[in-house]
C-alpha cells in the first residue's frame, strides 16, 4: 500500500512540474509600429506576464511592412493591430461597423492565417492578432485577451495617452489601468 502512495505521489509531482514548466522560460513576442500601439502593448503584456507566467517582449518596428515581415518570419505572435491599417495590408477601402470588421477578420484569416481577438474599443479599432501557430501553442490566450474586449472607449483611451510621457510611464499607466479594472 506504501509502495502505491509513493508512485501516486511521485506521478503527481511529475505531472505538476510538468504542467508549471509550460509557461516558465517561453516568451511571446508582441510586434507593434506605431506610438500609439504601444500602450495596448503594454496592457497585453501585463496581462499575459501575470496571468501566464509567460515572458512577453515587445518588439517596436519601424513600419507595418517591416511588422508583418517579422509575422512571416515566424519572429512575432501577437500584434496590435487598427481596422484602417488592416484594409490597407489588405488592399481595400475603409469601411465602417461590425461589418467592415467581420470582413477584416476573415480574410486575415483566410489569406494571412492571423486571427483577430475582440477590439479592445478604441477608434480605429485597436485588437491583438494572433498567429496560428501562438494559437496552436497558447490556447487560452484569446480568452485572457479578450478580457479588455471593450475596455478603452475612445475617451478613457485618448486620457490614458495624454497620461503617457514616456515609455517606462508606459508601463505604469497600463498598470494602473488594469488592476483599476480589477484585469490583474
Given at each position: 500500500m506504501k509502495r502505491i502512495m509513493h508512485v501516486v505521489v511521485a506521478v503527481a509531482l511529475l505531472l505538476t512540474a510538468h504542467i508549471s514548466l509550460a509557461c516558465v522560460g517561453k516568451t511571446i513576442h508582441l510586434g507593434i509600429s506605431s506610438p500609439n500601439e504601444r500602450l495596448m502593448a503594454e496592457m497585453a503584456s501585463l496581462m499575459i506576464s501575470e496571468r501566464t507566467g509567460s515572458s512577453v517582449q515587445i518588439e517596436v518596428y519601424k513600419d507595418s511592412r517591416a511588422l508583418y515581415e517579422a509575422v512571416k518570419q515566424g519572429k512575432v505572435n501577437v500584434i496590435m493591430e487598427n481596422t484602417d491599417r488592416a484594409l490597407e495590408v489588405l488592399g481595400k477601402t475603409k469601411s465602417a461597423g461590425a461589418a467592415g470588421l467581420d470582413s477584416i477578420k476573415s480574410e486575415y484569416r483566410k489569406t494571412l492565417n492571423l486571427t483577430w481577438l475582440s477590439p479592445f474599443g478604441a477608434v480605429p479599432q485597436y485588437a491583438p492578432v494572433l498567429t496560428a501557430d501562438t494559437l496552436a501553442n497558447y490556447p487560452a490566450l484569446p480568452k485572457l485577451l479578450n478580457k479588455l474586449a471593450g475596455a478603452l472607449p475612445n475617451d478613457t483611451y485618448a486620457k490614458l495617452l495624454k497620461s503617457v510621457e514616456s515609455?517606462?510611464?508606459?508601463?505604469?499607466?497600463?498598470?494602473?489601468?488594469l488592476k483599476g479594472k480589477k484585469l490583474i
Open positions: 515609455d517606462d510611464k508606459t508601463k505604469k499607466v497600463a498598470k494602473d489601468f
